[in-house]
C-alpha cells in the first residue's frame, strides 16, 4: 500500500476536524492530497483551519456525489462513542470512497492487508503480516508487531504496544500506553485502559485495567 489511497484524482473531504481531525488533517496534507474543504457542523461555516475551508455540515454532506468525490473522516473514538463506526458505515452505504492515510513518519512493512478507510499516524509501527479491517485507526506511536490480526472500526491508541500475533475483535479500544503480550485475544467491543499491561484474554465487551490488567465491568454495562 502506498503513503496514501486518495482515489485518483477525485476532490476529499474531510468529514470532522476537532483534535483527531486536525492531526488527519496534517497526514492529509503531508501525504501530499489536497482536501477541498471540511464538513464538521460544529465548527462556522467559512472558517479555516489550518488553511482548509469549513463547507458546512451534515447538511453539506449531503450535496456531495458519491460518484465524483472521496471522504476521509476525522471523528475520533472514545470508549461507549459509536459515531466514527456508524459515520463510516453510512458512507459506504452512500457509495463514497473512504481514503487511507498513512503518515510519512510510519514504518510499514510487508507483506500485510489492509482494509478501507485505515489511518496509521506519525511515529506508528506496523510490522509484518498484519491485518488491518475497515476504519483502523494505529494511533500516534503506536506499534502493531507481526501477525496482527485487527478487526474493523478498532482505536489502537497513542504509544500502545501490541505484541506479536495478538488479535483485536471488531469495535474494541485499545487506550493509550497499553502493552497487550503475545498470543493474546482482545474480544468484540472490549475496552482496555490506558496504560495497562494485557497478559490475558479479554473477553468481548468487557473493560480491563491495571498492570496486570483485571476486569473492571462490562463495557456495555457501563457506557448503558
Given at each position: 500500500?502506498?503513503?496514501?489511497s486518495?482515489?485518483?484524482?477525485r476532490p476529499?473531504y474531510l ?20 482536501v477541498?474543504?471540511i464538513?464538521d457542523g ?5 472558517e479555516?483551519?489550518?488553511?482548509v475551508e ?12 458519491a460518484?465524483?468525490?472521496s ?8 470508549p ?7 459515520l463510516?458505515?453510512?458512507c ?9 492515510v ?5 514504518v510499514?512493512?510487508g507483506?500485510?492487508?489492509f ?5 496509521v ?19 500516534t506511536?503506536?506499534?502493531?508487531d507481526?501477525?496482527?490480526v ?6 489502537i491508541?497513542?504509544g500502545?504496544v ?11 479500544y485499545v ?27 479479554v473477553?468481548a465487551?468487557?473493560q480491563v485495567?491495571?498492570?496486570p ?12
Amino acid at each position: 500500500m502506498t503513503r496514501s489511497s486518495s482515489n485518483g484524482e477525485r476532490p476529499v473531504y474531510l468529514l470532522g476536524c476537532g483534535g483527531h481531525g486536525r492531526v488527519v488533517l496534517d497526514c492529509l496534507l503531508r501525504c501530499g492530497i489536497p482536501v477541498a474543504g471540511i464538513v464538521d457542523g460544529a465548527l462556522g461555516r467559512g472558517e479555516r483551519v489550518d488553511g482548509v475551508e469549513v463547507l458546512g455540515g451534515d447538511d453539506y454532506l449531503g450535496k456531495l456525489d458519491a460518484r465524483t468525490t472521496s471522504l476521509c473522516i476525522g471523528v475520533g473514538v472514545m470508549p461507549g462513542m459509536p459515531r466514527r463506526a456508524d459515520l463510516f458505515a453510512d458512507c459506504r452505504r452512500r457509495g463514497f470512497r473512504l481514503v487511507s492515510v498513512l503518515h510519512p513518519s510510519a514504518v510499514v512493512a510487508g507483506p500485510h492487508e489492509f482494509g478501507v478507510g485505515i489511518q496509521v499516524l506519525a511515529g506508528a509501527v506496523v510490522q509484518v503480516g498484519v491485518r488491518l479491517g475497515d476504519n483502523v485507526i494505529v494511533n500516534t506511536a503506536a506499534s502493531v508487531d507481526h501477525d496482527c490480526v485487527i478487526g474493523p472500526d478498532v482505536m489502537i491508541g497513542p504509544g500502545a504496544v501490541l505484541c506479536g500475533e495478538v488479535s483485536v475483535a471488531a469495535r474494541a479500544y485499545v487506550g493509550a500506553a497499553s502493552v497487550i503480550l503475545p498470543g493474546i485475544r482482545i474480544g468484540e467491543g472490549a475496552v482496555i485502559g490506558a496504560g495497562s499491561v494485557v497478559t490475558r484474554h479479554v473477553a468481548a465487551d468487557s473493560q480491563v485495567t491495571g498492570n496486570p490488567a483485571t476486569r473492571r465491568c462490562s463495557a456495555a454495562r457501563k457506557n448503558a
